[in-house]
C-alpha cells in the first residue's frame, strides 16, 4: 500500500500539474509518520490490545487509500497519503511483536513473514501498472482500498482478541535484558538506519530507474534462504555478507546498463531484502518480550524515517541535475555503515539468547 505512489506519481503529478521530481516530495510525510507513528502504536498496543490494533491498521490503510482516490486537490491527496503511513505504521511494532512472542524458530517465522511482504513490494509496481494501463491512478488506490476492507473483515473474524498482558504468559515479566544487549541495539540502530535509506531507495526508484537505464529491453527465495541461516549460523556472519553483497551489487548497478543492470540489480535486491528479518531476530535474542514492541517501534522509527528522507533527498537531487546513478553510488556508500554495524555486534552463547528461554 505504501509503495502504490511510487508507480502511480508519474500520472497523478500530471493531473495535478507537477512533474515527477515535483509530485514525489508530496508523498515524503506519509513516509515520515510511517517510522514516527510507530511508538504511539506500540503503547497503545501495550494498553489496548496487539490483536485490535491489528483491526484498526486493515481498516484504517483500506479508508485512506479510498480517500487518496478521491482526493480533488493535491493537500487532499497528500494528506491522504500521509494517513496512510500513519495507519501502516502499526504493523512493524504490533504486527511483528506478535510474530516473534513465541519464541520459537524465530528465523524462519520471519523468513516466512519477509516473503510475503517482499511479494506485496514486488507486486506494488506490477498490479499498479496493470491498473494504470488499463485504467488511471485513481483506481490504483480504490481498488487496493476496497480490498484492504474486505480483507479487515475476514482478518476479524478469523481473529481472537486477547488483552496484550496475556500475551505469552509463560514469559517471565521480569526476564532481564541479554548481556551486551547496549552493543547489540547499537548495532541495530547503525544497520537500521542506513539499510532503511537503502530499502527505500531501492523499492522507490527501482520502477523509474528501469525506465530511463532499460531502454532496449526474486527476491523472496533470499528472505527465507536468509532466515534459515540465521536459525544455523551467527547472526553476525550472515549480517557481514549481506553487508559485503550490497555494497558490490549496489555500485555496479550504478555504472551498467540494459540486461547488465537488470540481473545486477535482481542480486542487489536480492541482499537488500536478505537483511529483512535479521535486526527483529538479533533483537528477539536480547530483549525481552515484554519490551520489544516499544523497541521495535523505536528500531522502525530510525529504520522508516530513514526510508522517508529517499523521497525529498531524491527529489532535490534530482531537481539540481543530480542522475539516478548517483543516487546508486550513494547507496553502496551507505552500505559501509551496515558492515560497520556487523562488526559491532557482538557473539552471544546460547544460553545467553532470550528467545531460546521462555521460563
Not at 527465507?224 to 555500485?251: C, E, R, T
Not at 529483512?276 to 522508516?304: E, G, M, Q
Not at 534530482?318 to 539516478?324: A, D, I, L, R
Request: aromatic letters at 14%; a positive charge; glycine letters at 8%.
Amino acid at each position: 500500500m505504501m509503495l502504490i505512489f511510487a508507480k502511480a506519481a508519474y500520472d497523478a503529478g500530471k493531473y495535478f500539474g507537477l512533474t515527477y521530481d515535483e509530485i514525489i516530495a508530496y508523498g515524503a510525510v506519509g513516509f515520515l509518520f510511517f517510522g514516527a507513528f510507530a511508538p504511539l502504536a506500540a503503547h497503545l498496543s501495550d494498553k489496548i490490545s496487539r490483536s485490535f490494533l491489528m483491526i484498526v491498521y486493515h481498516f484504517g490503510i483500506g479508508l485512506s487509500s479510498i480517500l487518496a482516490a478521491a482526493a480533488t486537490n493535491l493537500w487532499l491527496f497528500a494528506m491522504s497519503l500521509s494517513l496512510i503511513g500513519i495507519f501502516a505504521a502499526i504493523y512493524h511494532p504490533v504486527g511483528i511483536t506478535m510474530l516473534l512472542s513465541k519464541n520459537k524458530n524465530n528465523g524462519v517465522r520471519m523468513g516466512i513473514n519477509g516473503v510475503f511482504g517482499n511479494m506485496g513490494v514486488a507486486a506494488a509496481p506490477l498490479i499498479t501498472g496493470l491498473i494504470l494501463f488499463y485504467g488511471n491512478w485513481r483506481l490504483c488506490f480504490l481498488l487496493p482500498g476496497l480490498f484492504c476492507l474486505f480483507y479487515g473483515l475476514k482478518f476479524l473474524s478469523a481473529l481472537s482478541i486477547e488483552p496484550s498482558g496475556k500475551i505469552n504468559s509463560k514469559v517471565n515479566s521480569s526476564q532481564p535484558f541479554a548481556k551486551n544487549w547496549h552493543r547489540a541495539l547499537s548495532s541495530i540502530a547503525l544497520s537500521t538506519l542506513s539499510a532503511g535509506f537503502i530499502f527505500g531507495a531501492m523499492t522507490f526508484i527501482i520502477p523509474r530507474y528501469f525506465e530511463t537505464y532499460l531502454s532496449n529491453i526474486s527476491t523472496s527465495v533470499a528472505v527465507v534462504f536468509v532466515g534459515k541461516m540465521i536459525d544455523k549460523f551467527s547472526p553476525k556472519l550472515i549480517l557481514l555478507i549481506i553487508s559485503v553483497g550490497q555494497i558490490l551489487f549496489i555500485y555496479f548497478s550504478s555504472i551498467l546498463e540494459n540486461w547488465s543492470l537488470f540481473f545486477m540489480t535482481l542480486f542487489a535486491m536480492a541482499f537488500v531484502f536478505g537483511q529483512v528479518p535479521i535486526n527483529d531476530i538479533i533483537l528477539s535474542r536480547y530483549i525481552p518480550d515484554k519490551k520489544r514492541a516499544k523497541i521495535l517501534s523505536i528500531k522502525y522509527v530510525l529504520n522508516l524515517s530513514a526510508g522517508a528522507s529517499v523521497l525529498p533527498i531524491c527529489s532535490l537531487m534530482m531537481q539540481n541535475g543530480f542522475e539516478m546513478r548517483q543516487i546508486f553510488s550513494m547507496m553502496s556508500f551507505m552500505a559501509v555503515l551496515i558492515l560497520l554495524a556487523a562488526l559491532l555486534l557482538p557473539k552471544q552463547l546460547e544460553e545467553e539468547r532470550l528467545d531460546l528461554n521462555t521460563s
